[in-house]
């Protein structure tokens, strides 16, 4: 299983997830699943190498995109669910 693989599971697996709580908007980062897509995330959506994996995960149907930013590019990213936003990196 690839590292992008096993995120889009985890994300999958998150959705269907009606008990993880969300407040304001973002899933609680105390949740394990949320851990685990903040890792995997961090590691693999980050870097010279992040886009083409972005783009694998936004073809699984999840909205991914910059959270803060400066000049230089992305500070964090943003994965967009059904019921809320997990920030990575």
């Known amino acids: 299983m690839t590292s992008i693989t096993l995120l889009i ?3 999958q ?3 269907l997830d009606e008990s993880i709580d969300v407040h304001d908007n973002y899933y609680v980062m105390s ?3 949320i851990q685990a897509v ?3 995330a961090s ?3 980050t870097g010279d190498d992040g886009r ?3 783009q694998q995960v936004i073809a699984a149907g999840f909205h991914v995109y910059p959270g803060e930013q400066d000049r230089f590019g992305w500070l964090t990213g ?3 669910l059904r019921r809320g936003i997990i920030v990575f990196g």
């Open 31 to 33: 949740h394990p699943l």
């Open 43 to 45: 590691n693999y959506l």
């Open 13 to 15: 697996e998150i959705e």
């Open 78 to 80: 943003c994965i967009q």
């Open 38 to 40: 903040q890792y995997v």
């Open 52 to 54: 083409g994996r972005i």
């Open 9 to 11: 599971q985890l994300l």
